[in-house]
Every structure is written in C-alpha cells, then in structure tokens.
C-alpha cells in the first residue's frame, strides 16, 4: 500500500501523485493538485454549490434588505478574522468585500497553507499593504538589497516619507541579520528565489533569527517575516509552512498564468485580516472582480499543471544554456551547478513533496567589456526574429518571456548599487512558457549565435 494517502488525506509523500486504492480520491479535499481544480466544494461565501464553474457576480453595491441586516454587516466588517458566520455573508459594498474574489481567497489561502488570503488590486498593492500594515511610523524594516524594482522604490522611497525606515541587507548572511536587527524592526522583507538573480533566502534560517530576536518582545512589538513568493508560486514553495508570516503574491504572474489581468494577494494568519482589509478598504486597492475570475477559473486550476511542464523545460533551456560557450553563467536552482542547491532542493517541493525549482531562470551572457552589449544584441534579435520567445516584462504565463532586468524591470535600482549586488548589465531573464522545448532552445541557440 505504498500509494495509500496519509491520514487525513494529504498528498502523498512519494510523488505518485495516485489515489489510494482503497478510498478513491485521498480524503475529501483531495490531494492539492486535484484541489486546485475543483477548490473548495462548498462556499460559504454565497449558495453556490450548484454550480460547476464559480460564477462572476459583478454589483458594486449590495441589497441590504434592512437596516438591522446591514447594521449587523458593517459590525461584522473587519472584526470576524474573516471567518464565516452562522448566517449568510452579508455583503455590502465591492471595495469591502465580494463573493467572487472571496472564492478565490479562499483557493489561495489552502494553496499556500494560510489560515486566510486577501486579494488586492496589484501585486504591489497586496505587497504595500502586507508592510504598511506591520510596520506603522518610527518603524524600521529590513529587506534583502535585491528586490523586484516596484518594491524597491517603495521600500527605499515612499516608507520613509511616512517615517518608516530600512536597511538593505544581504538576508543570506545570518550574522548581518541579527546586527541589524534593533528594537523597532518589525519587518523583515524578500523574496526567494530572489526576482531577478534567483538566490534563495533560507527560510528557516531567517525564521531562527527572528524567533530569537523575539523572545521577550510583546505581541504588538514582535518581528514579521514577509516572504514574497510569486517566482515559487505555492506550486514550488509554502514559505508559511517553513517559517514565513505572511505571504505576498503577485496574482499577475505564475498563478494567474494568461496575462490577462493584474492582481494581488496577502497570504497569513487570521490575526493579520481585520488590519490588512480595513488598509484595502480605505486605500482603496480592491481586486474587481472581473479579475478575480480568470485566476478562480484558469489560473490557479491549472497552475500544478503548467508548472509541471514549465519546469521538464526549464531543466533543458537551463542545460543548453549552462553548456553554451557564449554563456558565462547560468542561475537555475535545478542545475547540480546551482550554488545554493542543497538549500534549494530543501525548500523548493511540489505538493507531493517532489523537488520543484520552478519556471524562472537567469543567465549572464559573455560579456568582457561589461557594458552589456551582447546581452542586448541577444534581446534585439529575439524581439525581431524569435517565434517562441517574447520580450516582455512579466512571468509565469504560457508564453516564454525574456527581459534584461538592468534596464528594465530592475531600472529603479541605482546602477552603481545594481553593479555592487551582482546585478550586471549582461544579465538575462527568461520566463519559461508552454511552448515545445525544442522551439525556446532553438531560438536561444540562433540568437547566441549571432551575438
Ligand atoms: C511583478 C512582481 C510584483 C508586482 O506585482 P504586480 O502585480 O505587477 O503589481 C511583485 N513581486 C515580484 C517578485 C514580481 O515579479
């Protein structure tokens, strides 16, 4: 009975990804992947059990039917933890709260291992209020020095017009934490695999840092960890589950997965919800709706599915590339050659269990002036002659993506400071797709050829 699922009906620890014989589908929720398709059975967001698919409701306001219904809705709002009710939910108003985006909520709080989710307009908009919501005025916040561009300058120009300051520090070098560490640090700050170069930050580790830095401190004064994980997506990576507080998602990129629409999430315990959606409310960066239902519907479905198949063909474009001549260096947390490796295959897993190093890779072209000529030789070329790859910003969607973070995404970063954190010119990011393999190799190959 090797294939039996463990009690309780989690996935299987073997990576067979096979129903027990004996119970059909493993428990009633079904392993993860299964869940991402078919979510949670039953709603208490509406009645909406008979439906197949979960419909998009779309009314910026609410009958309230009476005002002792609608007295009770606004003393329920923000004061629940945004746990359901013995009654039905009584909505009142879209920026509040709505019945769409609160089924996917409720998707991408299991996704990730989260006691509760809430979307935002914009990945920056979850992110900004994941930190505005821990670190109030005369706090200070530490942050890895890489970071995806937007974040960056929010961190390093906006909090501090609010009174909110911050020091960069390299999150891979433990005694660099705890030195910075002081009494009114309330946030520690990454992402990993970090956008663009792909370090990883090991999670667990951060996590005993903090814990120590936290021993004694009151509830209200206590260090948050804030991992953003949209590169992983909860495909490849629980950050919760290794250590993490909240999670920020970028709902725009692998979990959406079309490119259709923007959004955002803010993945954590229910102690974090009243905050984080009464900072939704009156900032006012609400998902629509209508961009809630692609992620609902096809995005985070078939995220166990493209993620797979991302990665068969991340594993060969990284190969080729490693074993490339015009290729200096190749940063894939799959390769054997990948430094942090080890670190990774801890806690990069699937939901089986199965290592997963994911869909995003970053590569440095030969480049002995240092200008990043080659680099964008390379881009140029593909922008005019490449079928299978696009340039384009963006990530995690069924067409592969390249960029030059230097220039590009990463172009809010001094470029002094960019040169000093290893982020070159000569840099490439690449986004894998669901084309045919041979076609993104194909591509790179030509293009190399003529740089
Ligand atoms: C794109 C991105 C964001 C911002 O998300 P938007 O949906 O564009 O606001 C944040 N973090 C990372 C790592 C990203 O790649």
């Excluded at 290794?242 to 229910?270: H, M, N, Y």
């Excluded at 990463?410 to 894998?432: Q, Y």
């Amino acid at each position: 009975m090797r294939d039996a699922p463990p009690a309780g009906g989690g996935a299987s620890r073997d990576g067979s990804n096979r129903p027990g014989k004996a119970g059909g589908v493993a428990g009633a929720a079904g392993r993860m992947r299964t869940r991402l398709i078919h979510g949670v059975a039953h709603s208490t967001r509406w009645d909406y059990s008979h439906h197949v698919v979960p419909p998009l409701t779309s009314s910026a306001t609410f009958r309230l039917d009476s005002a002792r219904r609608a007295a009770l809705g606004f003393q329920e709002f923000a004061h629940d933890g945004g746990l359901p009710h013995e009654h039905p939910p009584i909505y009142i108003y879209d920026r509040l709260e709505e019945p769409t985006t609160a089924m996917l909520e409720d998707n991408l709080a299991a996704a990730e291992g989260g006691e509760m989710a809430l979307t935002f307009a914009s990945g920056m908009a979850a992110i900004s209020a994941a930190i505005c919501t821990a670190a109030p005025a005369g706090a200070h916040l530490l942050a890895h020095p890489v970071l995806y561009g937007c974040t960056y300058s929010l961190i390093c120009g906006w909090l501090p017009r609010f009174h909110v300051i911050y020091d960069l520090v390299d999150l891979t070098d433990l005694r660099a934490i705890e030195g910075a560490i002081r009494p009114e640090t309330r946030v520690v700050y990454f992402e990993t695999p970090v956008n663009p170069d792909m370090k990883l930050i090991d999670i667990r580790a951060v996590r005993e840092v903090v814990d120590r830095a936290n021993a004694g401190r009151p509830a209200g004064e206590r260090i948050r960890i804030i991992v953003d994980n949209t590169f992983a997506t909860p495909f490849c990576q629980r950050p919760l589950e290794l250590g993490a507080d909240v999670v920020c998602q970028s709902l725009t990129k692998g979990i959406g997965g079309f490119g259709t629409d923007l959004g955002g999430a803010v993945i954590g315990p229910r102690s974090a919800h009243d905050d984080l959606i009464l900072f939704r409310k009156d900032f006012g960066g609400s998902l629509s709706p209508k961009s809630a239902w692609p992620p609902l519907v096809y995005g985070l479905p078939t995220l166990g599915a493209r993620m797979a198949n991302y990665q068969k063909t991340a594993m060969r474009v990284a190969r080729f590339l490693d074993q490339h001549e015009k290729v200096e260096r190749v940063h894939y947390p799959g390769l054997a050659s990948f430094p942090q490796h080890e670190l990774a295959q801890q806690q990069m897993r699937d939901f089986n269990g199965k290592f997963a190093p994911g869909s995003m890779l970053y590569f440095l072209v030969h480049d002995p002036e240092g200008e990043g000529r080659p680099a964008e030789k390379l881009i140029d070329w593909i922008a005019e002659n490449a079928y299978s790859i696009t340039l384009a910003v963006s990530l995690g969607q069924i067409k592969t993506l390249i960029e030059a973070p230097f220039s590009m995404t990463h172009a809010a970063m001094p470029a002094e400071e960019k040169r000093r954190r290893g982020l070159l010119p000569g840099g490439v990011r690449l986004s894998i797709g669901l084309e045919d393999w041979h076609d993104i190799i194909e591509d790179l190959d030509d293009a190399l050829t003529r740089i």
